[in-house]
C-alpha cells in the first residue's frame, strides 16, 4: 500500500514543505479584535469562502488573474506569524488548525466551514495526488488513501478531531457555522449569513443589489474554475485542476460498499450525542 509522505510536527502531520518554523510561530500569533479567521478542515470549501470575504471587502470586484488569493488571505500555519503580522487590520486568515491550537480572541470572528466527511476524502484525495512536491503520491489510489483518511493518518489529523470540537462552538457569538453543502443549494443565503457575521462595515453590500450580485456571481464555481492560478500553484496535466469537481455526492464515484459502511461507522461512532448525527442526512447515508 502507497502512503503520502508528510512532514511531522509535534506528531502532527503537515504536507512536506510547510517550515516547521512557519507551525511554531503560527502557535503563537496573538489574534486581534479585528481578525476574521476562515476555518476549516483541509477541502471542505476554504478556498470558495476566501474569495467570498475577499470578494465582500472589495465590494464584488474580481480578483485580477495575476494575483493570488493567498497574498491577501494567507494560511496561518504555512507562512508563519510574522507573515500576517504585517497585513493591514482587519486581517482574513486562513487556517487548518484544529479549535485547541487556533490563536483565539473573543472578539475576532472565526467562520467555520464544514463538509460531510465522504466528499472530503474523495477531495483530499484529488489534493494530495496532485501537490506531487508536499506529498509525493501521485501513484496512490484511491484506497490507499482511504485507509490514511479513515486512520485519521493525513495532514493536519483525524476529520472528527477538527470538526467535533468546532461544532461545540458553533453558537457562540463570534462563531459562523456553515456547510459546504447548504452553500451550494442556497449560495445567497451563505453570502448574506457572512455579511451580516462581518458586522456594520459591511452591511450595506446586501442592500445593494449590485455589489451583491457581483459577489454570487464572482463565487460562483464556474468563475473560480477559470484562471486557476489565482487559487493554488498549477498542478500537473494528468491531475484534476485545484477547483475540481465542486459537487455534492461524488464520493459515489469512489467508495466501495465496504468503504462507505466503514466511514458510516467511524461517523455514528465519533458523532455520538453530539448534534452532528444528523446533518449529512441523506447526504452519506443512501437509503
Ligand atoms: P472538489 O475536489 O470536490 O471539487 P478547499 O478550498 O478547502 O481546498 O476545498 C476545495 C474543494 O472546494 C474542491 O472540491 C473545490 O472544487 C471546491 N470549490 C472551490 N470553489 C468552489 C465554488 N466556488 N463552489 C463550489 N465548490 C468549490
Redesign the pocket.
Not at 483541509?42 to 470558495?48: A, D, E, M, R, V
Given at each position: 500500500m502507497k502512503k503520502p509522505s508528510y512532514y511531522y510536527h509535534n506528531g502532527f502531520r503537515m504536507p512536506m514543505g510547510f517550515p516547521i518554523e512557519g507551525f511554531t510561530s503560527a502557535l503563537n500569533y496573538q489574534a486581534q479584535p479585528s481578525d476574521i479567521f476562515i476555518v476549516?478542515y483541509?477541502?471542505?470549501?476554504?478556498?470558495?469562502t476566501q474569495?467570498i470575504v475577499w470578494l465582500i471587502q472589495h465590494n464584488g470586484e474580481p480578483l485580477s488573474a495575476s494575483k493570488k488569493i493567498e497574498d491577501d488571505i494567507p494560511h496561518l500555519e504555512e507562512v508563519g506569524k510574522e507573515k500576517i503580522e504585517i497585513l493591514p487590520q482587519p486581517r482574513v486568515i486562513k487556517t487548518h488548525f484544529p479549535y485547541n491550537l487556533t490563536p483565539y480572541h473573543p472578539q475576532a470572528k472565526y467562520i467555520y466551514i464544514a463538509r460531510n466527511p465522504f466528499?472530503c476524502a474523495?477531495?483530499f484525495y484529488?489534493?494530495t495526488r496532485g501537490f506531487i512536491k508536499h506529498y509525493n503520491f501521485a501513484e496512490g489510489s484511491f484506497e490507499d488513501f482511504f485507509e490514511c483518511f479513515i486512520k485519521g493518518e493525513v495532514d493536519f489529523g483525524d476529520y472528527f478531531d477538527h470538526l467535533v470540537p468546532w461544532y461545540k462552538h458553533k453558537d457562540e457569538h463570534n462563531v459562523l457555522f456553515l456547510t459546504?453543502e447548504n452553500m451550494?443549494i442556497e449560495p445567497k443565503n451563505a453570502i448574506i449569513d457572512i455579511i451580516n457575521f462581518l458586522g456594520k462595515a459591511y452591511k450595506d453590500r446586501i442592500k445593494n443589489e449590485e455589489i451583491l450580485n457581483k459577489i454570487i456571481i464572482n463565487?460562483?464555481?464556474e468563475n473560480?474554475k477559470k484562471d486557476q492560478q489565482r487559487w493554488s500553484s498549477k498542478r500537473p496535466e494528468n491531475m484534476p485542476p485545484?477547483?475540481?469537481?465542486?459537487?455534492v455526492g461524488?464520493w459515489e464515484n469512489y467508495f466501495s460498499p465496504e468503504q462507505q459502511q466503514r466511514l458510516i461507522e467511524k461517523f455514528m461512532i465519533r458523532t455520538a450525542g453530539t448534534g452532528l448525527e444528523t446533518l449529512w442526512n441523506g447526504i452519506i447515508i443512501r437509503s
Open positions: 476549516t483541509p477541502k471542505c470549501g476554504t478556498t470558495w474569495y466528499d474523495v477531495s484529488h489534493h459546504y451550494k463565487s460562483s464555481l473560480m485545484f477547483i475540481r469537481k465542486g459537487q461524488d
